[in-house]
């Protein structure tokens, strides 16, 4: 959500959450690598499923917002602060879920949330 109160395009909420997962993962480049030009890095991959935000993972878990946000903040759900809100990653819901282990390890508990 922007400050305003409006919300972000779904294209702006995937950079979003490309932008942050790179950084999650991302060390840094080797020495002497040649910076792509811009427009032309393909990953050869699809594009990550858009970000979820609470209240469409409150409607997916049968479970109030508050408790998708208590469970991002608590990092039982891969997920970002974007303003006051939460976006959460669609795998990591579905591991939540259905009680599948995630990458850190934990198994997340399967069934109803809350």
Same mark, same amino acid.
């Given at each position: 959500?922007? *400050? $305003?109160?409006?919300?972000? /395009?779904?294209?702006?909420? %995937?950079? !979003?959450? @490309?932008?942050? +997962?790179?950084?999650?993962?991302?060390?840094?480049?080797?020495?002497?690598?040649?910076?792509?030009?811009?427009?032309?890095?393909?990953?050869?991959?699809?594009?990550?499923?858009?970000?979820?935000?609470?209240?469409?993972? *409150? $409607?997916?878990?049968?479970? /109030?917002?508050?408790?998708? %946000?208590? !469970?991002? @903040?608590?990092? +039982?759900?891969?997920?970002?602060?974007?303003?006051?809100?939460?976006?959460?990653?669609?795998?990591?819901?579905?591991?939540?879920?259905?009680?599948?282990?995630?990458?850190?390890?934990?198994?997340?508990?399967?069934?109803? *949330?809350?």
């Amino acid at each position: 959500m922007r *400050a $305003d109160g409006g919300r972000l /395009s779904p294209d702006a909420e %995937r950079l !979003l959450i @490309a932008l942050h +997962r790179a950084a999650e993962t991302l060390d840094g480049s080797a020495r002497g690598t040649t910076p792509a030009a811009p427009g032309t890095v393909d990953t050869g991959e699809e594009a990550a499923p858009a970000p979820l935000t609470t209240g469409q993972a *409150a $409607d997916i878990l049968g479970c /109030s917002r508050r408790l998708v %946000r208590r !469970l991002a @903040a608590a990092g +039982r759900l891969r997920a970002f602060r974007l303003g006051r809100d939460w976006l959460i990653d669609p795998g990591t819901l579905d591991d939540y879920r259905f009680g599948r282990e995630n990458s850190h390890g934990r198994h997340h508990h399967a069934g109803r *949330a809350g």
